[in-house]
């Protein structure tokens, strides 16, 4: 999970069967206003999300 004073971020995926992933997204952003001297950690931690959602998902095939 990503989280910091902004809120938080969850990803995760789990394979249900040979032919299906699940995948499970959850964001939380915490109420109120992002001050002007907070904007970078805040931009940084859009950008940390922004990572994670670009990331690869390698799928392999089971080998009995």
Known sequence: ???NRF???SLSY???GADRIRIR???LLRPGRVR???FAEFRAFL???DRAE???LV???RRS
């Open 7 to 9: 809120g938080q971020f």
């Open 14 to 16: 789990t394979r249900e």
């Open 47 to 49: 950008s940390a999300i």
């Open 59 to 61: 799928v392999e095939e």
């Open 54 to 56: 670009r990331a690869p």
């Open 25 to 27: 997204r959850s964001i």
């Open 36 to 38: 002007p001297r907070h």
């Open 1 to 3: 999970p990503i989280i």
